[in-house]
């Protein structure tokens, strides 16, 4: 065996497991320990079906070219374009966000991160109604009430019950799982809900008012009817009281939540329940985010621009349009005339209106592997792959930014994203 | 009124931002000088007679000016953003952002709207003779308050988040509501004369919503009080009736309605009055 690297940080998920231990031996990489089933995939494949070389579409079919040339022609579709489009973002480092926006603002583009499609409704309920937040580290430390709503951690987020939230041992949780009570709310059976101490099936589509119910027994109104969502209002006094009475709640939610009818309606019920929560005792909410980085999306373009996504240069001022300036609508009415994609696959993931403009437009792929949005890309630039072979800034789902490291060399002449996103910039600003 | 009429040419795909469509702006100016404004596409500055041809008489008093556009103008946004006075018909379905926090005068849509029209509207009349798009009269993100004065009437259906965080003002739609109309509603009227869909008046602290169809859902939130015959629905009807034109079926005046207040989770002072139809 060859070196082995301790407390190596997983770009996979959002829980940006910094615990790893991987050993690195001729080019090849092996975790050792502490890595999930995911996590160790993501390791051991990190080389296959990777962009061999800088394309652009000549005559119907991607051919091979130099990456000055790649470069060029990217910065000429960027810079020749009405109204491009910059999407993606999530599964790369700050880094390379900071340069999008840099761009998007040259070129009088728009910019949309990939919580467009997942937590978008979360972020406009945090708007509106805040957010009570906390650290990971702090819910392992502390909570004893753990709810998940419309989430299936044990299957999308391996190590979050192990490391954070159910099993872990903490300050003034000295029994781990045994001094915690784990709530599971979903439509229907999972692993998660399997293991939990209370599972409330509710009917699809009525989180919000079983949320809002909860909200108004909390507040001490009384609900005169049998059952909400198809839950009895008996499981939903015992619950509203088991939240009164914790010392410490979390809710993690997801997509059930999200982008179920609804969307961020049923976030801002569950804010709105939350913030009453804490007249009583300490409640926390935690979104479970899905990429790496789309925090990190979130964050940067926050900080950058004033705005968490959906974010319009046209005007050479950042303005703010969800619906409006989002990257499914965009595209799918028709609207902007060229697109670079960074380490997202929309064409693999968008409704089919936008993933036919998508090929129809001239587009720039900045990607490590091949995707389906490479296939109908113009420029396809490899990138390396971040967290393995290039460094950068990730911010976990719970908001805590973590360096992720470089753990072995990139292919000679693969550059990282924000190192093809400034030699764009630099071009674009030749040319025009 | 001094008609100046805008037809448009063949519009690209990229929308056109055109706040300068407007009574305030047109009047005091010749066509030359209103082909000269400056309008958006893209990133790109252009001119007003680059995607329209302009015709008409000069006007020199707003209130005079009747701007009429021929055609369809979906992609084209922010016509008539902040007028206050005089009047926009639009023969064609009107874009996004149309009455953009309007202060007075009146807009007539002959033909559907895009999402976010009229937004925070603060007076006037908006008459959409289609359908509706989503986020009607609601506020911008991150804002406080939604409409705040003014009528709207639209005589096909209106679609999700109708008049979100309404503060003050009327709205009729004749035809069906989506999800969620008057969700954090602070005050105001909403009289829908299809069916409502989910969750109508969701974290509602006061206000009316009047349904004449049926509701898809009423929230657990929301708790019946009574079946009776609201004395100030027969006047507020008679009223739009007689000042507004305003097409009500008879029964709606004298008959009986459901009223339930809430939301409960927030102030619960807000109501939902359903039409009972009599077996």
């Given amino acids: ?432 | 009124m001094k008609q100046i009429v805008l037809v448009p040419r063949k519009l690209p795909s990229i929308p056109i931002e055109a706040e300068v469509i407007s009574p305030e702006i047109f009047s005091g100016k010749n066509i030359e000088e209103i082909k000269e404004l400056q309008v958006w596409n893209g990133n790109c500055k252009r001119k007003l007679g680059d995607f329209f041809s302009v015709k008409g008489v000069k006007s020199e008093d707003p209130n005079e000016t009747h701007i009429v556009i021929q055609g369809d103008v979906s992609r084209v946004k922010y016509i008539g953003k902040e007028m206050r006075s005089g009047k926009i018909t639009i023969n064609g379905n009107a874009g996004m952002h149309l009455a953009d926090e309007m202060k007075g005068g009146e807009i007539i849509v002959n033909g559907d709207a895009a999402d976010w029209v009229a937004t925070e509207m603060r007076g006037g009349t908006l008459k959409i003779k289609g359908n509706a798009g989503n986020m009607l009269a609601s506020a911008h993100p991150g804002s406080e308050r939604g409409m705040k004065e003014g009528i709207i009437i639209v005589e096909g259906n209106a679609a999700s988040s109708l008049a979100r965080k309404m503060r003050r003002g009327t709205i009729i739609i004749y035809g069906d509501i989506g999800d969620h109309a008057g969700s954090q509603m602070i005050a105001g009227t909403i009289i829908c004369l299809g069916n409502i869909g989910r969750r109508p008046g969701a974290l509602m602290k006061r206000g009316t919503i009047i349904v004449y169809g049926k509701a898809e859902s009423i929230l657990p939130t929301f708790i019946y009080d009574a079946t009776y015959q609201p004395t100030f629905i027969r006047f507020y009807l008679k009223n739009l009736k007689e000042k507004l034109n305003v097409k009500l079926p008879a029964e709606m005046f004298n008959g009986d309605y459901e009223r339930f207040h809430g939301d409960i989770a927030e102030d619960g002072k807000g109501e939902i009055l359903l039409f009972k139809r009599k077996p």
């Avoid at chain 1, 599964?91 to 499609?117: F, M, N, P, W, Y």
């Avoid at chain 1, 595209?331 to 994609?341: F, K, M, P, S, T």
């Fill in chain 1, 1 to 432: 065996m060859g070196k082995v690297l301790k407390d190596v940080v997983c770009s996979f998920c959002g829980c940006l497991c910094d615990n790893l231990e991987i050993a690195v031996e001729n080019g090849k990489i092996n975790p050792v320990s502490r890595a999930c089933k995911v996590s160790i995939s993501r390791f051991v494949n990190y080389n296959k079906d990777r962009v061999p070389y800088p394309m652009i579409r000549e005559k119907g079919g991607l051919v091979k070219t130099s990456l000055d040339e790649a470069i060029n022609k990217a910065a000429e579709i960027l810079s020749r374009a009405n109204w491009p489009l910059i999407y993606g973002l999530s599964s790369s480092v700050c880094e390379a966000h900071r340069k999008c926006v840099e761009l998007a603002e040259l070129v009088g583009g728009v910019i949309d991160q990939t919580a467009t499609v997942c937590h978008a409704p979360t972020i406009l309920a945090f708007q509106e109604i805040g957010e009570i937040h906390a650290t990971l580290g702090e819910i392992k430390n502390r909570s004893d009430l753990v709810i998940f709503w419309g989430c299936n951690p044990l299957d999308a987020h391996l190590n979050h019950f192990v490391r954070y939230s159910v099993t872990p041992k903490g300050l003034y949780i000295s029994k781990g799982r045994k001094d915690r009570t784990v709530v599971a709310v979903d439509v229907r059976e999972t692993r998660t809900t399997r293991v939990a101490d209370i599972f409330l099936r509710i009917e699809p589509g009525k989180d919000y008012e079983l949320l809002s119910v909860l909200r108004a027994l909390i507040n001490g109104k009384e609900i005169d009817l049998d059952k909400v969502a198809g839950v009895s209002m008996e499981e939903i006094r015992e619950l509203a009281e088991k939240m009164v009475n914790c010392r410490y709640g979390v809710i993690f939610f997801g997509l059930g939540l999200t982008m179920s009818r609804g969307k961020h309606y049923n976030v801002m019920a569950a804010l709105s329940l939350v913030r009453d929560l804490n007249k009583k005792t300490r409640f926390v909410i935690i979104p479970m985010r899905g990429h790496y980085n789309v925090k990190g999306a979130g964050v940067v373009l926050g900080w950058q621009t004033g705005y968490p996504f959906a974010v319009d240069f046209s005007r050479g001022y950042p303005r703010y349009g969800p619906g409006e300036f989002s990257a499914v609508n965009l595209l799918a009415n028709g609207e902007v005339d060229a697109a670079l994609i960074l380490a997202a696959d929309p064409a693999a993931n968008f409704p089919v209106s936008a993933s036919k403009h998508l090929a129809r437009i001239p587009t720039v792929v900045i990607d490590p592997k091949i995707s389906m949005t490479s296939l109908i890309a113009d420029v396809v630039i490899p990138s390396a792959v971040s967290g393995i072979e290039a460094e950068g800034t990730a911010y976990r789902m719970d908001g805590v930014p973590i360096r992720l490291r470089k753990i072995i060399d990139p292919e000679p002449g693969v550059l990282a994203d924000s190192e093809v996103l400034q030699l764009i910039i630099d071009r674009v600003k030749g040319v025009r």
